[in-house]
């Protein structure tokens, strides 16, 4: 993966916080800050995007051809509940 060079300005006390946990993680802050931002994208990512899911897995279910509306109404409504 290529990546794109960058700068940021942060406050003094994130700057020590990123550079701790960076230690601790044994990372550099770079990769830190990329995993964080990553997991931030990951979960602000729009949803409407379904059509991806399509044959990332087995269920085990035999029927979910027929009923695919009925179980990804059901796996959203969990989704929204929480």
Do not use: C, W
């Not at 700068?7 to 701790?20: D, G």
């Not at 990332?56 to 695919?68: A, P």
């Amino acid at each position: 993966m290529a990546f794109v060079r960058t700068q940021v300005y942060l406050a003094p006390e994130q700057h020590n916080f990123l550079k701790e946990e960076a230690k601790r993680q044994g990372v550099s802050i770079a990769e830190l800050l990329r995993r964080i931002l990553d997991s931030y994208v990951q979960q602000n990512r729009p949803k409407e995007d379904f059509a991806r899911i399509v044959a990332l897995g087995r269920s085990g279910l035999s029927d979910v051809s027929e009923k695919h509306d009925e179980y990804l109404a059901k796996a959203l409504s969990h989704e929204h509940v929480r």
